[in-house]
């Protein structure tokens, strides 16, 4: 920004330009007659406080004026028609190096404000029409006005309504056509949801609602909707609705760095929304916000206020000779009493941040670089992650800028990309809209984008597409058109049942809206808060079902067990619905499905459901576990397998092997082998069932019928912790600190005890046993034990022609010690572990007589 004062004088010769205010509360008309003084004149240029304002009044003047006339200048859109006159602008965006007859800057009491004063001041001190200049505003500005501008004329114009306090109402009693105030957007939800449970549904308005998102929620209360609107304080500027009460939820606000009071004035701009034209209105509090004092309740209806004592002002006049520079000459003080210095704004601070950044000080050297710099720090925080993300960005831009001149599309599309989605929530949507509003502004600025029309229109549609998503997301949310009709039939007194219907997805509609879903053979209610909306739900729903409930039930009956799906719980689920639980049976094969409780007009419904229930688990049991059933199935054709088979289901696929079972053949050996069985040590088992395939449905047969969880081990594991397994898993047998996978087992007893029994002679134990297992050495001796394999620590280490001595001895068989002669006693040879071992790890195990 530079100096404007200069701009604005009037030539030698010409008149003196009229300056003139219209100060006074709300519902005064000032806004309409600035319009009408603006058409007045051949050009003009007229400032709101807010975007949507802008947006509102370039509608306005399009309908009066054509499009070919009227200019809408914000941060984020510039429409500018070649032969443009009137221009209605947020205060920022204003053009003031155009030269026009009129000007107008609306609510010019915000000069006041801490975080925006500044650019409100300096319009109030540099913009000029050529033949006419208005403010429009509170009373409390008019001492500041006559200070700084001592040839300004100021009317004031009286309310056109009574504005009256009733005092706290409850927020359940609230008059139709209320607006709620709050001052955070947890708050202003919570207030919502709560009219939505009571009262049928509200509007939402918030400043950070996109103007098609706030247009849209003013048109669902505009048009009765709904009877109530929830907003922030943002409503206090510009919004002409038909409100007959306004109830403030607080009297304190979080202005940014603390929380505060709020001023009388800042009540009054709010409350002064109720009545609109001859029309009165009424205000008071509501919720838990204690009663307004008297002192206030008097300021606000007789509109008597303390006035402003100074406004906020920022150094125009700026040096760009550095970043340094120009640092300086921002943080001036004010030239004169009446001004003041604000807050640090945004684009100062990142100005601050940025001068940080070593790249950032070396590229910006002399006038131009500092320039762009102060350009690009201007581009508004609209996102306020307050992460530094904002600074780094205008870092990148600046340097892009600097070096290309324009802004690489690529980049642009990219951002666009990202925030063109319309999932997440509603606050993640407003976010998104946030991050639109970034790219539209960087899109505006003169010389940034090529084709940046193009790029306006594509910041455009995005911010549609997300608005219009948004608006429906506030509707689904605050909006119950269902309640509503449900409560007044209720109303009413009469005892009329709510018309009900089932559509093709299973919904539920009562009255025309959807109460919730058919799931399974029960329904899922939406939730709701009110006791007596919740009984006239209930009611509806268990009717619409029962009739229903038949063509269901045929549908179920025509389903494959595909269609079913079991959880690590037991629990069945059908169409995402859980309807059955498995319950123990008469053995772990043949678990029972326990139907939940459904509405069924009667148990022949239920058994009819329940009969091909069981149809369908037991088949698709039989596919899950298929090698199993295969077995059994070939061991039942041989008489003398037929109680293994026995056995192996009652047990769950492992059974203990008993001494009888000595007496199997070779050929019935190799018999079960080729069909899936393993005869071991210890146990005869079903290697196949305890594959990751089929080991989660055997942990959840053995959790059933055992009624204790059995975790489901990692592929490839050999040894499981005790501690962290309590129980073994399936196809694991314990050994001590460990539990052992049961082909391991085997492979390991066969070799530590051949035949059945301890080695002839004691052998040492090879060093690389405990890795093979994938256990520590030190738990070696324990694992052993638990196995009931004798063993005892070594003598003192020695050398052998393989390697050192192991720390651990397997005790060979004793034997029968004869009388016999004296003979010199001979060194035995090593031996070497049998070749074809089926476990590798012991391959290399040496052996030597017991000391």
């Known amino acids: 920004m530079t100096a404007r004062s200069s701009s604005f004088m009037p030539a030698a010769g010409q008149p003196p330009r009229l300056i003139h205010a219209i100060l006074g509360p709300t519902n005064t008309g000032k806004t309409h007659y600035a319009l009408t003084r603006m058409m007045a004149h051949q050009s003009g240029i007229i400032g709101f406080p807010l975007r949507l304002l802008a947006r509102e009044n370039y509608e306005r003047l399009v309908k009066l004026k054509g499009e070919r006339h009227v200019a809408l200048l914000t941060g984020e859109e510039k429409i500018i028609p070649p032969h443009a006159r009137w221009f209605s602008c947020t205060v920022e965006a204003m053009p003031l190096d155009r030269k026009v007859d009129f000007i107008a800057i609306d609510e010019i009491q915000l000069a006041a404000d801490p975080d925006r004063g500044h650019i409100f001041t300096d319009r109030l001190l540099h913009a000029r029409g050529t033949g006419e ?169 007789d509109h008597k206020f303390e006035p402003l004592h100074a406004l906020y002002w920022r150094q125009t006049a700026l040096d760009y000779s550095s970043p340094e520079t120009l640092y300086h000459s921002l943080m001036r003080k ?67 800028l600097l070096k290309h001149h324009r802004i690489p599309p690529a980049w642009m599309e990219g951002q666009l990309r990202g925030l063109d989605r319309l999932d997440g929530d509603m606050d993640t949507l407003m976010h998104r809209l946030s991050g639109v509003r970034v790219c539209a502004y960087i899109a505006a600025r003169t010389g940034w984008m090529p084709q940046s029309r193009h790029w306006q229109e594509r910041c455009r549609t995005v911010e549609d597409r997300l608005s219009d998503t948004l608006h429906e997301r506030l509707k689904e949310r605050f909006v119950n058109k269902r309640a509503t009709a449900l409560l007044r039939r209720s109303d009413t007194g009469q005892r009329v049942e709510a018309l009900y219907a089932i559509t093709p997805q299973n919904r539920i509609l009562v009255e025309g809206h959807e109460i919730g879903r058919i799931t399974g053979f029960g329904m899922n209610l939406d939730a709701t808060a009110d006791p007596q909306e919740s009984a006239l739900l209930l009611k509806a729903g268990k009717r619409a079902l029962h009739h229903a409930m038949p063509a269901r039930i045929r549908y179920f009956l025509q389903q494959e067990m595909t269609a079913l799906h079991i959880t690590e719980a037991g629990h069945i689920h059908w169409e995402g619905a859980h309807i059955a639980s498995l319950t123990r049976g008469e053995d772990l094969f043949n678990p029972h499905s326990q139907l939940l409780p459904g509405e069924f007009r009667d148990t022949y419904q239920s058994r009819q459901v329940q009969e091909h229930l069981h149809t369908l688990i037991n088949a698709l049991l039989r596919k899950t576990l298929a090698p199993f059933f295969q077995m059994e199935a070939h061991l039942q054709k041989t008489a003398s397998l037929r109680g293994l088979a026995y056995r192996l289901r009652k047990d769950g696929g ?135 394999i004798a063993h005892h620590p070594p003598q003192p280490l020695e050398e052998t022609r393989y390697g050192p001595a192991a720390p651990l001895i397997i005790l060979g068989r004793p034997h029968k010690h004869k009388t016999a002669p004296t003979r010199t006693k001979k060194t035995r040879k090593p031996q070497r572990a049998v070749a074809d071992s089926p476990f590798a790890a012991l391959q290399n195990w040496a052996i030597r007589p017991s000391s």
């Open 133 to 301: 200049t208005l403010f429009l505003g509170a009373e409390t500005i008019r001492g500041l006005l006559k200070q700084l501008i001592p040839s300004i004329t100021i009317e004031t114009r009286a309310r056109l309504s009574h504005l009256t306090n009733i005092g706290p109402v409850n927020l359940t009693r609230l008059p139709p056509r209320s607006a709620i105030v709050a001052f955070s957007a947890t708050e202003v939800y919570a207030i919502a949801e709560a009219i939505r449970q009571k009262r049928g549904g509200c509007a939402i308005i918030m400043g950070r609602l996109s103007p098609r998102t706030r247009n849209a929620q003013v048109a669902l209360y505009q048009n009765r909707d709904v009877d109530y609107l929830v907003a922030t304080d943002a409503i206090g500027m510009g919004l002409n609705m038909d409100v007959d009460h306004v109830a403030l939820a607080a009297l304190h606000k979080f202005d940014g760095l603390a929380s505060r009071a709020l001023t009388p004035q800042e009540v009054a701009q709010i409350t002064g929304r109720a009545g609109r034209g001859m029309h009165d209105g009424t205000f008071g509090t509501t919720g838990s916000c204690p009663p307004m004092s008297q002192e206030l309740i008097k300021a606000v209806e």
């Open 334 to 400: 004010p030239p004169r009493p009446g001004l003041i210095t604000g807050r640090t704004a945004s684009d100062l601070d990142v100005l601050t941040g940025l001068m940080q950044m070593e790249d950032i000080r070396a590229a910006a050297r002399g006038t131009k670089a500092t320039t762009l710099l102060w350009e690009v720090c201007q581009i508004p925080d609209f996102r306020k992650l307050g992460d530094g993300s904002h600074t780094r960005l205008c870092g990148r831009l600046f340097l892009d």
């Open 654 to 788: 492992t059974t203990p092997t008993l001494p009888e079972d000595r007496a199997i053949s070779r050929e019935e050996k190799r018999f079960l082998h080729h069909h899936g069985v393993q005869i071991g040590e210890q146990f005869i088992y079903c290697p196949r069932l305890f594959k990751p395939a089929y080991l989660p449905m055997m942990s959840l047969l053995h959790t059933i019928w055992h009624g204790r969880e059995y975790r489901i081990p990692h592929a490839g594991s050999i040894c499981l912790p005790s501690a962290d397994y309590p129980t073994p898993p399936p196809g694991w047998q314990n050994a001590g600190p460990v539990h052992i996978r049961l082909d391991k087992l085997n492979a390991l007893l066969r070799l530590l005890r051949p035949h059945g029994k301890p080695p002839r002679h004691n052998q040492l134990i090879p060093p690389t046993l405990a890795s093979s297992l994938g256990v520590k050495s030190a738990l070696l001796p324990a694992l052993l034990k638990g196995l009931g």
